[in-house]
């Protein structure tokens, strides 16, 4: 089974532009990403996807494998099956670009679902993690998950699912993490597929596997890491980086 990680990677962020070249602790925040997902170990490719030569230039001249979109892409999904389309691979686990704490032992997780399904009969494996505050709960740039008793997603939101009329019952909130573990073939129909209402509403690409039917498993990591979506996570990561 080949598996390799590719990491889409946008020049143009809404939230924070540029934010993907922005320094944290020596190198770039791309940098760090890609050096961080190649000492996994576990892929036999890591490459960073992309349409902004900034970013381009940045991984191939510090000797990193990269490539160029060629098309306009809404999402990170179609930016890889683009990429991927005439490779010969099983598995893409897709790395956000703006995750530098990315670590081996979430990744081997995602890795694994595959390994174990013999059958093939999961399409996407992806990772949650527990929400400990209401804060998080409740703000819409946490994307929430819930899933069934077997672990495969049953809705991503920004708000809070399940809605809590009663807080006594004791639910777990999980945030989806954006990494993802496609198997070829699903990643392909992705990229046939039009977007339909649910994610064109909640803006979420996950939705788009689940109301064409495809099953996600879901993964749970007690490593949170930091995502850097605004100034302020990048100077939480310059803080935390060790």
């Keep these: ?3 390799i990680a590719m990491i889409p990677a946008r020049y143009a962020a809404s939230r924070f532009p540029g ?3 922005k320094d944290l602790k020596g190198k770039t925040v791309i940098r760090r990403t890609y050096e961080a997902t190649v000492a996994t170990g576990l892929f036999q490719d890591v490459y960073v996807v992309t349409d902004s030569d ?3 230039r940045e991984i191939t ?3 990193g494998r990269a490539i160029m979109s060629k098309k306009e892409h809404e999402c990170g999904s179609d930016r890889i099956a683009e990429a991927v389309m005439p ?3 099983d598995v893409v686990v897709n790395v956000q670009g703006d995750e530098p704490f990315t670590e081996r032992e979430s990744l081997s997780k995602l890795v694994a679902v595959f390994k174990q399904d013999l059958e093939k009969q999961i399409d996407l494996a992806s990772l ?3 929400l400990h505050s209401w804060e998080d709960i409740e703000n819409p740039n946490v994307v929430k998950v819930i899933t069934d008793k077997q672990g495969f997603a049953m809705y991503f939101s920004r708000s809070p699912i399940p809605y809590p009329r009663d807080k006594e019952v004791g639910v777990t909130y999980f945030k989806h993490k954006g ?3 496609f198997r070829k073939e699903a990643l392909m129909d992705f990229y046939q597929w039009p977007m339909q209402p649910l994610e064109a509403t909640e803006k979420i690409e996950a939705i788009r596997y689940l109301e064409y039917g495809k099953k996600i498993k879901m993964v749970e990591t007690g490593v949170s890491g930091i995502e850097i979506d605004t100034p302020e996570d990048l100077d939480k990561a310059i803080k935390e980086w060790k």
């Design 179 to 181: 990494v993802y573990a």
């Design 54 to 56: 900034i970013i381009y």
């Design 1 to 3: 089974m080949k598996v």
């Design 61 to 63: 001249s510090n000797g």
């Design 87 to 89: 490779m010969e691979v």
């Design 19 to 21: 934010k993907l070249m």
């Design 128 to 130: 949650k993690t527990p």
